[in-house]
């Protein structure tokens, strides 16, 4: 443990470069979904259409997809014999953040719609009696659920930047190139390596830490601010 320590302490720069790796893959991920999610979820929760149930079970269900069926997906859509195979981005930070995104997409998805499904049920009556129209009734219900979906948004982050199973299929867990926290922890601890691991073991949870205290700040805010 305190090997550990002191790898973190030290800025060692395999840990920082590893880290840094992580979290760019991750909120490169989380910014695509949150730019998916985010106006679709709004759409679907404003809006009542034919087969809107359908897809909402399909949404939920989504949320709980395995990361190795993604992983695997995404490793036969991308591979030299699969039909995007052209793009060569296998083994590549840009499949394990294309795989990070088709995970953390319907949890978002799912929680953003509900959030703004609330939302607009309480205000509807009184932004409809403004005869305002659906754009400036989204874009008041998202302005108004900022501290919700900030919540959403960081409930993804914590399920992307703790994902092992895609992105070591889709990047191979190559040194130095596509290398991430969990993936470095599962190699370095069957290598016996196990100083190396318990560092980037507390530094994964020191980020799950600062993301829970970043939802509680953001929590209080939201309550005050309904005062």
């Not at 999610?37 to 909402?56: D, H, R, V, Y």
């Not at 390596?193 to 949870?205: C, D, R, T």
């Amino acid at each position: 443990l305190d090997i550990a320590f002191k790898l973190i302490i030290s800025f060692d720069p395999n840990v920082i470069e590893i880290v840094f790796l992580s979290l760019k893959v991750t909120l490169l991920a989380l910014v695509i979904s949150c730019l998916i999610s985010f106006p679709l979820g709004s759409l679907i929760a404003t809006n009542e259409f034919l087969g809107k149930n359908i897809l909402l079970v399909l949404i939920n269900s989504l949320m709980s997809l395995p990361p190795v069926i993604v992983g695997l997906f995404v490793y036969m859509f991308f591979s030299k014999s699969g039909p995007m195979g052209w793009l060569e981005i296998l083994y590549t930070p840009k499949a394990m953040i294309l795989a990070q995104t088709i995970i953390i997409t319907p949890i978002i998805l799912a929680l953003a719609r509900q959030v703004f499904e609330d939302f607009y049920h309480e205000y509807k009556d009184f932004l409809v009696s403004l005869n305002l129209s659906k754009s400036k009734i989204l874009l008041t219900i998202i302005w108004d659920a900022r501290f919700s979906i900030l919540t959403v948004a960081l409930a993804g982050f914590g399920r992307g930047i703790s994902e092992v199973g895609a992105v070591i299929i889709v990047g191979g867990n190559i040194n130095h190139f596509t290398r991430v926290i969990t993936t470095s922890i599962a190699l370095e601890t069957s290598m016996g390596n196990l100083p190396f691991a318990m560092a980037l073991g507390l530094i994964l949870l020191l980020i799950a830490v600062i993301i829970n205290l970043i939802l509680m700040s953001l929590k209080m805010s939201s309550n005050k601010n309904e005062f």
